[in-house]
């Protein structure tokens, strides 16, 4: 392999997002789970529901890694939100994901249910 090609090759790596270090291909991270330390309104805790199946993920955006879905209908325990109350973290009680923690888009869930 020429000099030249070696060279296109490693540009158009470069130009997908990647990075040379020290002859090795590193590519870009990915946003690192946070957990509940993202929160940053506390909530009064409740139950709601999902009103869609929608993705479950490590953190309060598009950018975290997704862990699966959580199927219309399913109940979560809903405990603080983050990124103005666009995102809710939660604890899945219902479902394959029962038990788990992670976020959810706000939007995707239904009306807190009424305790009176």
Same mark, same amino acid.
């Given at each position: 392999?020429?000099?030249?090609?070696?060279?296109?090759?490693?540009?158009?790596?470069?130009?997908?997002?990647?990075?040379?270090?020290?002859?090795?291909?590193?590519?870009?991270?990915?946003?690192?789970?946070?957990?509940?330390?993202?929160?940053?309104?506390?909530?009064?805790?409740?139950?709601?529901?999902?009103?869609?199946?929608?993705?479950?993920?490590?953190?309060?955006?598009?950018?975290?890694?997704?862990?699966?879905?959580?199927? *219309?209908?399913?109940?979560?325990?809903?405990?603080?939100?983050?990124?103005?109350?666009?995102?809710?973290?939660?604890?899945?009680?219902?479902?394959?994901?029962?038990? *788990?923690?992670?976020?959810?888009?706000?939007?995707?869930?239904?009306?807190?249910?009424?305790?009176?």
């Amino acid at each position: 392999m020429t000099k030249h090609r070696i060279a296109a090759r490693l540009a158009s790596v470069a130009a997908v997002g990647a990075a040379i270090v020290g002859g090795t291909v590193a590519l870009a991270p990915t946003a690192s789970a946070v957990g509940s330390s993202a929160c940053t309104k506390n909530v009064a805790n409740y139950d709601t529901q999902t009103d869609t199946t929608v993705k479950f993920r490590t953190g309060p955006g598009t950018g975290y890694t997704a862990k699966g879905t959580v199927g *219309e209908g399913r109940w979560v325990y809903v405990t603080c939100t983050a990124k103005a109350g666009t995102w809710a973290f939660l604890k899945v009680t219902s479902g394959p994901h029962k038990g *788990e923690t992670g976020w959810i888009a706000y939007k995707y869930l239904a009306v807190p249910m009424q305790t009176s």
